[in-house]
């Protein structure tokens, strides 16, 4: 059963399938509008250089690109950046990458920052950002290898060469910060404004 009380369909501006999934089990009813953008070229020409303000945005660059082309319609745009100190990751290009990566986190801890916004009409309506502090524990070489071969080919579709929600929960030794965050969509503050504007049942 749905929760979801709004005229036309809540738009996702992601191909995410972690945030897919946690919009589905949130009861929503929405659709999936990947947004056509170039997120390099905005992160570049936004001349930012702090996590948590790149992902916003790139968020609201989502958000904005997809509903223009939704008009009427509340369009959700999310990202998220994974930083070590200064450092900025991206997703790993290979598997070869992947180890270097996971070697460099190891026995350290990072942050990831995630952002969501909300737009319509081509106008910003809503944006929060959420931070979760992850400490990776010590791992030889034999012991990336060994996830790597476990994880397979989806440690190159996420930044940090791990998903939470699969083998990458053996990396870790603590985490900080909610479960929401960590999969790259602040769901609660976002469920909070849909509710703010009448759009759930609960």
Do not use: C
């Amino acid at each position: 059963m749905t929760l979801w009380r709004g005229h036309d369909a809540l738009v996702l501006a992601s191909q995410s399938r972690a945030r897919q999934v946690l919009l589905a089990n949130a009861g929503l009813h929405f659709e999936v509008v990947p947004a056509e953008i170039d997120e390099r070229a905005v992160q570049q020409a936004s001349g930012l250089a702090a996590p948590g303000e790149i992902a916003a945005v790139l968020a609201r660059a989502k958000a904005l690109a997809v509903s223009m082309t939704r008009p009427g319609k509340y369009v959700v745009g999310a990202d998220q950046t994974l930083a070590l100190a200064y450092r900025l990751f991206s997703k790993p290009a290979g598997r070869a990458h992947a180890a270097a990566q996971l070697r460099d986190l190891a026995g350290r801890s990072h942050e990831l920052h995630s952002a969501v916004a909300v737009a319509r009409n081509g106008k910003i309506l809503f944006e929060a950002v959420t931070v979760a502090r992850m400490t990776m524990r010590q791992l030889s070489g034999a012991e990336i290898q060994t996830y790597l071969d476990a994880a397979g080919e989806a440690v190159t579709s996420s930044v940090g060469a791990y998903q939470i929600e699969g083998p990458g929960v053996h990396l870790f030794e603590r985490i900080d910060g909610d479960h929401f965050t960590i999969l790259g969509l602040p769901l609660l503050p976002l469920l909070a404004f849909l509710r703010s504007e009448r759009l759930l049942g609960v």
